[in-house]
């Protein structure tokens, strides 16, 4: 229904003869009328309840169809709720079953408590899933306990330590884009305001590209504001015995479960803003059947210290690896990033040295930024290895850390440069099944002794890894 | 360690056709392949670099197209000559419990799967590959598509047990 909305405003709006619109308008009303009776009678035969460890659907009206679940079978119960059927009262419940070629069961539009109670119910029975529990005993409801909750404060703080650079990056490049689009059907206009625009260049100078930096830096921080308070509205982060849930967003409520055994890995970043307001904004990846791909990287804003220390411990165990030899990768790391993010960039835009000569001190101090960096970036390139986990730190102004089990390994890649092999530096990537840690330019040998331990680790224990 | 724990080279004979121990190398025809995927990018990149000046009209110096087309004439014959000595690199390896591929000159790579993590094995043939007798095997973990294991250049006998292998494996896991 929603879709035809925008032909409705369209034939609206759009200027046709007067007989071709009574056309068109009794087509559209033909489609709408049709569109209704066809909701009414599928929800009227819509109909689910739960029996015998079984959750069953029957649905369809001209033929019927019936669904049955074995409730041991559903892998993740999610509900999700837009602004329209917020407006109504009604949410959509997504379960999800293991298994690739089954299809995402979605109920859209039940109503809210019945939603919360099925999903509920479901989820009760996720909790108690994990083989090693025995029989999936189903009582009260499970427990949930309110871990972390974000106040409108809170998402003012998350929206200012966003990442600004990036997106002001990004959105500059958008810039780009939609300038080029443009130009396309001004063609003139645009060679006369390019050859404005360089003219414009090459003699203001500073001023001008300063205040253009500060402009994007500005864009980029509206939209993360504004993107942090549809997102992350009144977070809440519950616990419950063996999974998350987290119940956030504006115009959009998500409620999504996440079983602790389905998580791969946990990333965790701060940065110079974020640790001014001492908080961390974390990354839950977990591995879900190829249908329900879009709740595998769950976003967490705002955490405090101990809601990380929480975090790790719950999916980790009591932390082993903080005592554990800290590997650093190799000064060659330095030395390519700056190559490849400071001089190579430098070199391709040297030909701006023809409109202005003066342009080298911009050049000079890019390439002065960029040692910085990449003397940081090595500094926070370090790792650490316990026998079942490891905890990669990354990163330059911000700092990342990434932190998985060994048993949860998918694929290795070992890779190594020939301009480094004389080094004895090579580069190890971990997948897992929903994201990758790397390690990179590290001591070769270390490379090769980690990747035949994780193949072994991989190949004799028997933990699930989802 | 685990003392029971053997993950010893399956030789070639369990699957037949090849010899050798360490690496299996691919098969010889495959660099063909190679070649022709660079000769098809030269073909399209060589008229691009040659709009290229005529779009910039008077901006651009004479000499620009044919630094242009020198470039990419230059960057191919490069690449084939990295190919073609970095042929010799390329390799699979099938043991007791995981598989391997190892390829690059400039950029080595080596990649493994242990067999308990693949979830299914698939068997491809481009047009070229098809008329040279040649198939491409592609292991699928549940990690993202950019971890998917992938030998090309296999002659079609080859790839067929391979895959049966590697099928086999996988049932026999569950």
Redesign the interface.
């Known amino acids: 229904m929603q879709a035809f909305w925008p032909v409705i405003v369209g034939i609206l709006f759009a200027k046709h003869s007067g007989k071709k619109i009574l056309i068109i308008g009794a087509f559209v009303l033909l489609a709408v009328i049709l569109t209704l009776i066809h909701t009414i009678l599928y929800f009227r035969a819509f109909r689910f309840h739960i029996e015998n460890q079984q959750f069953i659907l029957k649905k369809g009206y001209l033929s019927r169809k019936t669904l049955t679940i074995p409730l041991d079978r559903i892998q993740n119960v999610n509900t999700n709720q837009t602004v329209f059927q917020q407006f109504l009262g009604v949410m959509s419940v997504e379960i999800d079953t293991a298994g690739t070629s089954q299809k995402e069961l979605k109920i859209s539009a039940l109503t809210k408590p019945v939603a919360v109670q099925l999903s509920r119910i479901l989820s009760s029975y996720i909790e108690v899933q994990p083989a090693e529990s025995g029989e999936a005993v189903r009582t009260a409801p499970p427990e949930e306990k309110l871990v972390m909750q974000l106040t409108n404060r809170d998402l003012l703080k998350i929206g200012i330590s966003q990442n600004h650079l990036k997106t002001a990056v990004i959105l500059f490049f958008f810039g780009i884009q939609f300038y080029n689009q443009v130009q396309q059907y001004f063609k003139e206009k645009a060679a006369e305001y390019a050859h404005e625009a360089t003219v414009f260049l090459s003699q203001s100078g500073w001023a001008i590209l300063i205040s253009l930096v500060i402009f994007f830096l500005l864009v980029s921080l509206l939209y993360s504001m504004v993107r942090t308070a549809i997102l992350f509205y009144d977070l809440r982060f519950y616990k419950l015995s063996q999974s998350y849930r987290i119940v956030s967003g504006l115009l959009t409520r998500k409620n999504v479960l996440i079983p602790f055994r389905k998580i791969q890995q946990l990333n965790w970043e701060t940065g110079p803003i974020k640790k001014l307001f001492g908080i961390y904004k974390v990354n839950i990846l977990q591995?879900t059947s190829g249908v329900a791909v879009k709740t595998a990287l769950i976003e967490m804003p705002g955490c405090l210290d101990q809601h990380i220390e929480g975090l790790k411990s719950d999916l980790f165990g009591p932390d082993e690896l903080k005592d554990q030899p800290v590997i650093r990768s190799s000064r060659v790391y330095f030395r390519r990033t700056w190559i490849y993010k400071g001089w190579i960039p430098a070199i391709l835009f040297s030909p701006l040295l023809l409109l202005n000569w003066l342009y080298v001190f911009l050049l000079i101090t890019w390439i002065l930024f960029m040692l910085i960096y990449s003397l940081l970036t090595l500094k926070k390139s370090y790792f650490q290895v316990s026998h079942g986990q490891i905890r990669v730190s990354s990163g330059a102004i911000e700092h990342h850390f990434k932190q998985m089990e060994f048993h949860k390994?998918?694929?290795?890649?070992?890779?190594?440069?020939?301009f480094y092999?004389k080094h004895g530096v090579a580069s190890l990537r971990i997948?897992?099944?929903?994201?990758?840690i790397r390690l990179p330019f590290i001591d070769e040998r270390i490379a090769r002794a980690l990747?035949d331990y994780l193949?072994?680790y991989?190949?004799?224990s028997d933990r699930v890894?989802? | 360690?685990?003392p029971d724990?053997t993950?010893s080279i399956i030789l070639p004979e369990n699957l037949p056709q090849l010899e050798g121990t360490g690496f299996n190398p691919v098969d010889r025809k495959y660099i063909w392949i190679l070649y022709i995927r660079y000769f098809f990018w030269t073909a399209v990149l060589i008229p691009i670099a040659w709009i290229f000046p005529v779009i910039l009209k008077e901006k651009a110096p004479d000499f620009l197209l044919w630094a242009l087309i020198g470039l990419v004439v230059i960057s191919m014959i490069a690449s084939m000559v990295v190919t073609k000595i970095g042929f010799t690199c390329r390799g699979y390896l099938i043991r007791e419990?995981?598989i391997a591929y190892k390829r690059?000159?400039?950029?080595?790579?080596?990649?493994?799967?242990?067999?308990?993590?693949i979830q299914h094995v698939e068997l491809n043939q481009g047009v070229l590959a098809k008329r040279m007798g040649l198939a491409t095997i592609k292991v699928y973990?549940?990690?993202?598509s950019s971890?998917d294991?992938e030998i090309p250049g296999l002659p079609i006998e080859t790839a067929g047990q391979i895959r049966e292998f590697l099928t086999g494996k996988i049932s026999a896991d569950e």
């Open positions: 591995a390994v998918q694929h290795l890649e070992f890779s190594q440069s020939i092999k997948g897992n099944a929903s994201g990758f990747h193949l072994y991989a190949e004799t890894w989802m | 360690m685990n724990f993950n419990k995981d690059g000159l400039i950029r080595y790579k080596l990649t493994s799967i242990p067999f308990n993590r973990t549940a990690g993202s971890d294991l």
